[in-house]
């Protein structure tokens, strides 16, 4: 019977996704190469379930029925054939992703999904194999996957609207804010927005306006507040486009419009600055703790859902 949520990949993404489809109550199978790596991938996958349950986004009870639920495997063709939707969460590789999907395609039924979480690929190059690329579809998940609400659903040049609709539906199941993405371009939707934001800050650390850590408190302490539940096109409404079309017109004429990433960000690169690994990048990270930063990143993420979720119960 085909009833089973099956992960390709158990890494960081793949373990969150995971936990995400075996809390909405779905039989899940996280596949990866070998035995080890499906033990550690359903280890992070309990520790997400355990994070999500110890903070009220998931009951006692759900814990425990996600963690029967959740199940692993090493063989593609076993865990295809209980199959009822894939999500692929492997290495960042077109050819990699390419062969796998081909060889979904030829295992599946036409009526079983196929889905990349790829998040710089398009989904149209990663089906070009298959011979029913209209069931391929890409499911982007935020990191952290077990956290964020949104699910980036795009289609390909040849996905079908119902099967991307009816996995609209599905990860609205998985306490999910998915989104439809109709088009298949680089960058999706989110990451779009995000690149011009992250462009805009490079820029003003370059041209010396503000510090990196003002650039980052300005984000997180001011817009950032509102995002939740406040979009920009909601703002604009809100404030009238006559004034909104007024700012535009006087900022945007002194706001960074280069087509490739910026000197200074290359110039970092170039020095061996990279961020935490190098121990230095915008930040001097010999006095920063990254670990500390992320854990206070996901206590803000899971008390915001929270919050979100008692809004949109009001």
Not at 213 to 237: N, Q, Y
């Amino acid at each position: 019977m085909r009833s089973s949520v099956v992960v390709i990949g158990s890494g960081m993404m793949g373990s969150g996704i995971g936990a995400m489809a075996a809390l909405a109550g779905n039989q899940t199978i996280l596949v990866d190469l070998d035995q080890e790596k499906v033990k550690a991938g359903r280890d992070r996958a309990f520790q997400c379930i355990a994070l999500r349950t110890e903070n009220g986004l998931n009951t006692p009870e759900e814990a425990e029925r996600a963690r029967q639920l959740l199940t692993t495997g090493t063989d593609i063709e076993e865990a295809a054939s209980k199959a009822r939707i894939v999500i692929e969460a492997i290495t960042e590789d077109l050819q990699i992703k390419q062969h796998l999907f081909s060889r979904l395609d030829s295992l599946l039924p036409s009526d079983v999904p196929i889905c990349s979480n790829t998040s710089g690929l398009r989904i149209t190059d990663i089906a070009e194999k298959c011979v029913h690329p209209e069931r391929t579809m890409t499911t982007h998940f935020w990191l952290p996957a077990h956290l964020v609400p949104l699910v980036e659903v795009v289609m390909g040049d040849s996905t079908s609207l119902e099967m991307a609709q009816n996995m609209i539906c599905e990860l609205k199941g998985w306490k999910k804010s998915p989104v439809l993405v109709r088009r298949d371009l680089p960058g999706q939707l989110a990451n779009r927005i995000f690149q011009a934001m992250i462009r805009e800050a490079v820029s003003i650390v370059a041209s010396g306006l503000a510090s990196a850590e003002d650039v980052d408190t300005a984000i997180s302490c001011g817009m950032a507040m509102r995002f939740p539940e406040w979009g920009p096109l909601k703002h604009l409404d809100a404030i009238g486009l006559e004034l909104g079309l007024k700012v535009q017109d006087s900022v945007l004429p002194g706001i960074c419009a280069e087509k490739e990433a910026g000197s200074y960000l290359r110039q970092l690169v170039e020095q061996g600055e990279t961020g935490v690994a190098a121990g230095k990048g915008f930040y001097d990270w010999s006095k920063r703790d990254i670990h500390k930063d992320i854990a206070k990143r996901d206590v803000f993420i899971m008390e915001a859902v929270k919050v979100t979720q008692r809004l949109e119960q009001c």
